[in-house]
């Protein structure tokens, strides 16, 4: 079994920062990809950032703004989000491609969730 950790939402003003953290532990034989997923209210769950280690991508409202890192020592990736607006307001969610054997299948796990809010 695999657990993804969030942290690092929070309350910010339109124009401010924040760094999301998003560790995995448990049973992991290897990483394909970890990303970041957000969900506003009334609204589907959509792509933020995703990193797989050959190649990153970004959603098109966060370029030039948010920026995505991987830590693969620690089995953590990092969301670096800056000049935030009232519109990224959502719950962020990270999550990872995961395989726990060589040779097995790689599963998706997902994290709990954190409330990022920017005030305008």
């Known amino acids: 079994q695999v657990q993804l950790v969030e942290s690092g939402g929070g309350l910010v003003q339109a124009g401010g920062s924040l760094r999301l953290s998003c560790a995995a532990s448990?049973?992991?034989?290897?990483?394909?990809?970890m990303g970041w997923y957000r969900q506003a209210p009334g609204k589907q769950r959509e792509l933020v950032a995703i990193?797989?280690?050959?190649?990153?991508n970004y959603a098109d409202s966060v370029k030039g703004r948010f920026t995505i890192t991987r830590d693969n020592a620690k089995n953590t990736v990092y969301l670096e989000m800056s000049s935030l607006k009232p519109e990224d307001t959502a719950v962020y969610y990270c999550?990872?491609?995961?395989?726990?054997?060589?040779?097995?299948?790689?599963?998706?796990?997902w994290g709990q969730g954190t409330q990022v809010t920017v005030s305008s």
């Open positions: 448990g049973t992991i034989f290897s990483i394909n990809a």
């Open positions: 990193s797989s280690g050959i190649s990153t």
């Open positions: 999550k990872a491609l995961v395989s726990t054997a060589q040779d097995s299948p790689i599963y998706q796990y």
